[in-house]
């Protein structure tokens, strides 16, 4: 499927990815409306540190360790997408501290990834996820893209209805949402995601520049120190627990006994993930609908990648190399 500038073009949510691809598209002279229930900003990608950390996810979320070159070829799309829209890119680097028995597992493990054994990684780097978020939407709605609430109940090529009763005429509909696309309602490919539920904590700290990566915890400073995070698969919901977060307290703890987290903010957000870690990219089998779903914890990471290969979808050209590993389609595939 080809459209052409001026083609009408509904985006199913407002995070990294929706809000990337709607400035992209508008850019390319979409006519462009996306649509959200939550708040600016209320969502897994506001409540994000903003990881943007290739090594990092290779060497301590089992899923990605297969994923570094892409992962690589993602943060490097980086440097010019925030000098665009002037996002602070931090790139102080990531250092590890813990046990000497874990130091010893991240060497091995930084070995095994061609890396050299090293207290710190200057490839990983971070930014703002909220203030940043505001920058693309603000962009995005510069570039002619509108932001409605509403959530997107069904869609046909050139009618769309929302939950509430509205109907729209749009020739396609990207699907860049979160746990709300799991169901396959809009496209039978999500029925591979699962939610991931992650809590973050949140204290005024102060830590110095870099992220500082422990055993099973990371503390990010910022405009408040991010303290996370859980991966509680299989969860959806959005309420604090306490219970879940008690490993994470203590693993701050071991770190820096002196953090009052007691005081601590708790955010929670809910990701949702493929089987291989990687997005789902690419055209649906039901149609008109374009995927950009299931980033797992590299939803700000990806963000530039997958809106350059969603414009490339949609006007027909190369998605570029990367897009056989992300195919929308891939499951299916595996299973025929």
Not at 62 to 76: E, Q, V
Not at 267 to 272: A, D, H, K, Y
Not at 307 to 312: D, L, T
Request: charged letters at 20%; aromatic letters at 6%; hydrophobic letters at 50%.
């Amino acid at each position: 499927m080809k459209l052409h500038s001026g083609a009408r073009i509904a985006v199913a949510g407002a995070g990294a990815f929706g809000s990337a691809l709607a400035l992209r598209l508008a850019r390319a002279g979409f006519k462009l409306t996306v649509f959200d229930p939550a708040a600016p900003g209320d969502n897994a990608s506001g409540v994000a540190a903003g990881m943007l950390a290739p090594v990092s996810e290779a060497l301590f979320d089992p899923a990605s360790r297969g994923h570094l070159s892409i992962m690589r070829r993602a943060r490097d799309l980086w440097p010019a997408f925030a000098d665009d829209l002037g996002i602070v890119l931090a790139r102080a680097g990531v250092r590890f501290e813990g046990s000497d028995a874990w130091r010893g597992q991240v060497g091995e493990r930084l070995a095994a990834l061609g890396l050299p054994d090293a207290d710190a990684t200057a490839e990983d780097w971070r930014i703002e996820a909220r203030p940043a978020l505001a920058s693309m939407r603000a962009a995005a709605q510069a570039a002619g893209a509108r932001f409605e609430a509403g959530t997107v109940e069904a869609f046909a090529p050139g009618v769309l209805t929302l939950a509430d009763g509205r109907v729209e005429a749009f020739d396609a509909l990207v699907l860049a949402t979160g746990p709300g696309a799991r169901a396959g309602r809009l496209a039978p490919e999500t029925q591979a995601l699962a939610p991931i539920k992650g809590q973050i904590l949140r204290v005024s700290a102060e830590t110095g520049d870099m992220v500082v990566r422990g055993e099973g915890v990371y503390l990010a400073p910022g405009e408040g120190l991010a303290i996370g995070a859980t991966m509680e698969a299989g969860r959806d919901d959005l309420a604090p627990d306490a219970s879940a977060t008690q490993g994470l307290r203590a693993a701050a703890w071991a770190l820096r006994p002196e953090l009052d987290l007691d005081a601590a903010k708790v955010e929670v957000g809910v990701r949702v993930t493929t089987p291989d870690g990687l997005p789902l990219v690419g055209w649906s089998r039901a149609p008109g609908v374009l995927l950009a779903v299931g980033a797992r914890r590299n939803g700000w990471l990806f963000a530039p990648l997958v809106a350059h290969m969603v414009a490339a979808y949609l006007n027909g050209d190369n998605p570029g190399p990367d897009a056989a590993v992300m195919d929308a389609r891939r499951f299916e595939k595996s299973e025929s």
